[in-house]
């Protein structure tokens, strides 16, 4: 009995020691091999794709601080419902423009360069480099933080363009003229056009 | 034409009234002119490009941009030495040299399987290098979001294209016009993405200015392009992580709230340009308008 409460015990140790272990570096890694998979299994079904990638990516993904860093300053007059809401039709936009268009990458590469330090120990950002045959190679860099649950994306920039601060600008303006409320409706009404995955087109 | 110019002059202090970006002084004038092409393309180029990518055979479209694309590793030959990036114009040289012969006037591109990396490097870019400020924000007729120093690229391009040998009306609407649908038809993903948003215009611009601010920074901008709003940058707005387990003002949030205000010196050494806290007054100074 003692011997096997000792090897629960060691076995858990090992397990948690490995899940610290694992660098933002590392998670990038594991995870663009995984979502590479996912799009050549499934190649011809881009609804399959973006919810299998979905289901792989979100745990990783901290869509609370992602949405309130596209939203700025208007964030903090925000319900705690109107929060909620402003991060699901966010998330959801996410998914439904950006996932549903993986399929596009099907022959891609991606090539993990490293990462850097960012304004503290707690964050560090990951550089990346997606390229196609022949074509121009695209550095996607994916911000970590490190949070209760481990280290977790809160922004990612394409080519330079940030999710974050590109959505800035015209959720402001959507704020100013018809509040916070408004915004979402929009992001709501956007998102139902697109259930479908038209935006793959 | 008096009349003209004083409508033209009440734009201009309109648009510099509200800056909602503080690189898009003329953004009424830059919409209304958004409007018109994005019309004329939905109605003309996007349907020919569609109808393009749909029916001309793969090859044929890869040899189209590979032609193209020739064409772009000639004048990076150019950008890549004016800055000094030895290896970048040595590797376009030689995919240019490889590509127009071996590759029938670049419509092979065999420099790529040679190991000769493709590199993008423009004449905006060189003006940047020499630290000439992005300039006002242009949304050009017929062509497209530039910027004012950016604009070097297709002038540039304009007045030394390494095929005006060829006198022929015939060759350039062609050569024109196929190089507008092989442009169009790399960005069709984009369509999707930038129907989706509440303002296309202002999706478009800042994406547009980013992705400048960080080529021309070689990909490792010393902080984030500022965009929008002073108090934007400050970043106040910033819960840090938002984990289930914890709550906003859990103590590891904290360190990040004050980061973001006085560590922006530090930034250009740590290359944190991940982060979203932007610089001081005097650092913006350097990038405002001209």
Redesign the interface.
């Known amino acids: 009995m003692k011997q096997w409460l000792m090897g629960l015990v060691m076995g858990l140790m090992s397990l948690t020691a490995l899940a610290a272990v694992d660098t933002p570096e590392q998670i990038t890694r594991k995870v663009s091999d995984d979502v590479l998979a996912i799009i050549k299994q499934n190649e011809k079904d881009p609804l399959k794709v973006r919810d299998m990638v979905d289901a792989r990516v979100s745990p990783l993904a901290?869509y609370?601080?992602m949405t309130?860093?596209a939203?700025?300053?208007?964030?903090?007059s925000a319900t705690p419902e109107q929060q909620q809401a402003l991060t699901r039709e966010f998330r959801t936009?996410l998914v439904?423009?950006?996932l549903s268009?993986l399929t596009?990458y099907k022959n891609a590469q991606v090539d993990v360069k490293g990462a850097?330090?960012?304004?503290?120990d707690?964050?560090q950002?990951v550089?990346s480099e997606v390229s196609l045959?022949?074509?121009?190679?695209i550095?996607v860099?994916f911000?970590f933080?490190?949070?209760?649950?481990g280290w977790?994306v809160?922004?990612i920039?394409v080519?330079?363009?940030?999710f974050?601060?590109?959505?800035?600008?015209?959720?402001?303006?959507?704020i100013r003229k018809d509040g916070v409320d408004g915004?979402i409706k929009?992001?709501a009404d956007?998102n139902n056009?697109?259930k479908n995955g038209?935006?793959?087109? | 034409m008096k009349r003209l110019l004083a409508l033209l002059g009440a734009l201009l202090l309109a648009g510099c009234a509200t800056p909602q970006n503080s690189y898009d002084p003329l953004e009424p004038m830059n919409r209304a002119v958004y409007a018109v092409n994005r019309d004329l393309d939905k109605k003309i180029l996007l349907p020919i490009t569609r109808s393009y990518v749909e029916n001309v055979p793969q090859p044929v479209q890869t040899g189209v941009k590979n032609f193209f694309g020739n064409i772009d590793d000639f004048f990076d030959v150019f950008a890549s030495a004016a800055q000094f990036k030895a290896t970048k114009a040595v590797h376009s040289f030689s995919r240019v040299l490889v590509n127009t012969t071996a590759g029938l006037g670049g419509v092979i591109d065999w420099g790529t399987d040679l190991g000769m990396q493709k590199s993008d490097e423009d004449f905006g870019q060189v003006l940047g290098f020499y630290g000439v400020p992005s300039g006002p924000y242009l949304m050009v007729p017929f062509y497209g979001p530039v910027t004012l120093r950016d604009s070097a690229e297709p002038i540039g391009r304009y007045f030394m294209g390494p095929l005006d040998f060829i006198q022929s009306a015939a060759w350039d609407v062609g050569y024109y016009s196929l190089w507008i649908v092989d442009a169009r038809s790399e960005i069709l993903p984009l369509d999707g993405l930038l129907s989706t948003q509440p303002d296309e215009y202002a999706y478009l611009r800042d994406g547009y200015l980013q992705r400048r601010w960080n080529k021309i920074h070689d990909g490792y901008p010393p902080y984030p392009l500022p965009l929008g709003e002073p108090d934007d940058a400050e970043g106040s707005f910033d819960p840090g992580p938002t984990d289930v387990a914890a709550p906003v003002s859990d103590a590891a949030s904290a360190p990040l709230a004050d980061d973001a205000s006085s560590s922006v010196s530090a930034m250009p050494e740590t290359g944190g340009g991940a982060r979203f806290s932007i610089g001081s007054e005097e650092e913006d100074g350097t990038l405002e308008v001209q």
Do not use: C, H
Not at chain 1, 116 to 120: E, F, I, K, L, T
Not at chain 1, 145 to 149: F, V, Y
Not at chain 1, 159 to 162: A, F, L, P, R
Not at chain 1, 198 to 201: E, I
């Open positions: 901290d609370t601080r309130a860093l939203v700025g300053r208007y964030w903090k936009m439904r423009t950006y268009a596009v850097r330090p960012g304004q503290s707690n964050e950002s550089r045959p022949g074509q121009k190679v550095p860099d911000s933080q490190k949070g209760n649950s977790k809160y922004d920039s080519d330079g363009i940030s974050i601060v590109n959505n800035r600008n015209q959720f402001g303006a959507v915004l929009q992001l956007r056009a697109l038209t935006a793959a087109k």
